[in-house]
């Protein structure tokens, strides 16, 4: 198992328009293409609260990369997310992340 981790930095005020489009949009469009998450999570304590940090599992990197290529180019997907942002950007920069599990993790 492979788990990407992901953090979106928000442009200011603009956190709770990543949410609604999670909620409403990502989620069930990776449900559709098989993508699985692990977990998301805000900053409670950090440099910035305006950042939404997430974890995604894997098989293997050949499998993300069919899974995730296939979400991207998804009509739906690419509808959807520029009318969230027709307002205004969303994200201002995303790190990635591909971890793999220690033999002693409980997440294997």
């Known amino acids: 198992m492979i788990v990407e ?3 979106y930095h928000c442009l200011p005020g603009r956190l709770p328009a990543l949410h609604e489009r999670f909620q409403n949009v990502t989620l069930p469009l990776w449900e559709k293409h098989g993508i699985e998450p692990a977990g998301f999570f805000t900053t409670l304590v950090g440099p910035s609260n305006q ?6 599992k894997w098989n293997s990197l050949a499998e993300r ?7 991207m ?6 509808t959807k997310r ?3 942002e027709a307002e ?3 994200v201002g920069h995303i790190e990635n992340s591909f ?3 220690t033999g002693y993790s409980p997440l294997r």
């Open 5 to 7: 981790l992901r953090v």
């Open 51 to 56: 950042t939404l940090t997430y974890l995604l």
């Open 65 to 71: 990369e069919t899974k995730w290529n296939n979400f």
């Open 73 to 78: 180019v998804d009509p739906e997907w690419i």
């Open 82 to 84: 520029a009318a969230s």
């Open 88 to 90: 205004a950007p969303i």
């Open 99 to 101: 971890l793999s599990p």
